[in-house]
T-cell receptor, first 115, second 113 residues
Framework: DTAVSQTPKYLVTQMGNDKSIKCEQNLGHDTMYWYKQDSKKFLKIMFSYNNKELIINETVPNRFSPKSPDKAHLNLHINSLELGDSAVYFC??????????????FGPGTRLTVL | DQQVKQNSPSLSVQEGRISILNCDYTNSMFDYFLWYKKYPAEGPTFLISISSIKDKNEDGRFTVFLNKSAKHLSLHIVPSQPGDSAVYFCAARASSNTGKLIFGQGTTLQVKP
């Protein structure tokens, strides 16, 4: 009974392609996030959705587009992939109703490699 | 501009001894701090947190200390166990921006049997 799941776990693709990463949480949380962990291991937030509404949008190229069909899912679409997009992408979720409030729970990550 | 810094990339301790992981921050608006633990090929998992109204929070073998004047926090693990070997991330947020966690770059802890 995985709490936050991501698919695929690994993604290898060519430059210029378009790809998607899917995220699902079964925790009943109302907020979901996408993070990028680059080669220097920094975890940086990219987007956040609350009840399907975008609430955080960091300085991310518009080739990246999050889509939230419902509050349990937050997918990440990446167009025209570039070498610099190679990273591990983590999905997370949280809820103001948990203790401690707003603690974020992470998925296992998707390692994206752009060749 | 890295607002949360973990200046020690790695730490090695003997089983049974204390592990001390350090974290510094620069943004005085941060008022809530968290530690996450990450095993290889897994996502970070929440470990312990502390609000800026406290200077200490304890949960079993894990204790987080906060020194607001120095903008410094530390995670103490006593006694350290081999299963504690992982990457530990410090994170911070401001209550005005609760969703936005700022992470440090992590410290790899190795606990030797």
């Amino acid at each position: 009974d995985t709490a936050v799941s991501q698919t695929p776990k690994y993604l290898v693709t060519q430059m210029g392609n378009d790809k998607s990463i899917k995220c699902e949480q079964n925790l009943g949380h109302d907020t979901m996030y996408w993070y990028k962990q680059d080669s220097k291991k920094f975890l940086k937030i990219m987007f956040s959705y609350n009840n399907k509404e975008l609430i955080i949008n960091e300085t991310v190229p518009n080739r990246f587009s999050p889509k939230s069909p419902d509050k349990a899912h937050l997918n990440l679409h990446i167009n025209s992939l570039e070498l610099g997009d190679s990273a591990v992408y983590f999905c997370a979720s949280s809820s103001a109703g948990t203790y401690p409030a707003d603690t974020q729970y992470f998925g296992p990550g998707t390692r994206l490699t752009v060749l | 501009d890295q607002q949360v810094k973990q200046n020690s990339p790695s730490l090695s301790v003997q089983e049974g001894r204390i592990s001390i992981l350090n974290c510094d921050y620069t943004n005085s608006m941060f008022d809530y701090f968290l530690w996450y633990k990450k095993y290889p090929a897994e996502g970070p998992t929440f470990l312990i947190s502390i609000s800026s109204i406290k200077d200490k929070n304890e949960d079993g073998r894990f204790t987080v200390f906060l020194n607001k004047s120095a903008k410094h926090l530390s995670l103490h693990i006593v006694p350290s166990q081999p299963g504690d070997s992982a990457v530990y991330f410090c994170a911070a947020r401001a209550s005005s921006n609760t969703g936005k966690l700022i992470f440090g770059q992590g410290t790899t802890l190795q606990v030797k049997p």
